[in-house]
């Protein structure tokens, strides 16, 4: 059986109850793994950095530079491959889930800066072309270190491993405000990968892309075609033959890709196709919301004084609920319910319309079980989505995000007493469901 206790404690490396704010967690306590370790040398290559350039005073340093340029190189250096190896880690994730084949890569075995970094070149662009322009950047600075310091030893003993050889023969003066201002830019860079990794995770865990096209080359490809109408014309084979050779894609990929173009409630619209909500239609939300208004009053009614005591007001809501919940029930279907459900929680997460897709056909699963074998765990169902103040403006944005433009704004018109989040416009506008700027999708918008 695994345990989380301390295994080993010594006079040394211990924990000190009386002084606890300065213990470290390490090991199983808190689970570091490569960010934190990266992060630490990083910070401590710039602590070090930091202390060297403040103490120049005159003409003199407070500290040996000499002797201190050691360990802040070999801490930069270390900083920068366990950042190298941590992304090594997110192309491993990535390859898993769009099914591209790259070479295992041995994090014991490999220190060679050079080389890991030629591994990551090599893999993350086969993986995506997003990353081609990040590692152009990176390219020189590795380069540098890989020149003086490639396995890791040149900065930590001033021998290699015969003894016979010494270490920087080739460089005589490494200035101190030079590697600083190198160190920054990198460590800028570096953490761009970084947000650019996990970026993708969360894009390709949406699934939307064939065997060569990423998620925004769909966008792309959606772009040149012509509306949906005109794809009977012969004019449209060329287009095809256009997108192909743009993408350097075969017949069946272009065909996979228009399929998830047609259905995708962010891709459609440029081929001017509408898809569907998965089941409400228009009469259900204005049967939700018809209730909804009756539990919930626009703010500016919120102060109207009323002779009622607590406790009459406590059962008079109750009431309001039950009959709510109840009238929902009757007149909306489980899978309706489901998909208001879904709708607003998009709200939460706006990013991918494929958030909705998900959460649809989770809910769905969940509200018809309980419909057939538990209502009172159905009409809670209800009244969990019914009871939330925020229930208007959420569905709203939902709805902007996966275009259902028409219904949206007959609902913003018929409640528009409820209307109070100021966001709604650049809901309507599109710009609240911008992907990360890093994942370069500024030009498919602009």
Known sequence: MK??????????????HDRSEMNACVGQNGQPDYPEYANGFSVAATILLDKVVGAHEGEFLKYNLDELIYPIAFTMRHAVELRLKHTTNYLHLLAVKTDRKIENFNHSQQHDIGAIFDYVAKAAISIDERYRPHIQTIAPFIGDIAEVDPTGQTFRYPYDNTGSNKHLEDVSLINIYVLQDRFLQLEKLLWDLHELNRELIQEYNEKSFTRKLSRLQLFELAKLLPPYDRWKDDSFDEVRQHCRDLFGISNKELSGAINIIKVHYELAPFVHISVPLQA???????????NWTKLHFPSSMGNIVSSKSLYEKVIENV???????EEIEKYISPDAIADIQAVFELAR?????EYYVRVYRENKILLRRNFESSRQSYRDDIDYIVSKTNAFENILKGLYRLNQLQLA????????AHVQDNRLEIAREGSLFQPHPILNYGAVFG
Do not use: C, H, M
């Not at 989380?4 to 404690?9: V, Y």
């Open 409 to 416: 704004t007959l609902l913003e018109q018929r409640y528009s």
């Open 319 to 325: 009431k309001a609920s039950a009959d709510a919940v």
């Open 349 to 353: 997460y706006p990013i991918y319309s």
């Open 280 to 290: 409400a239609q228009e009469a259900d939300f204005i049967i939700f919301f018809d």
């Open 3 to 16: 345990t989380f206790g301390p295994k080993l404690q010594n006079s040394t490396f211990r924990g000190d």
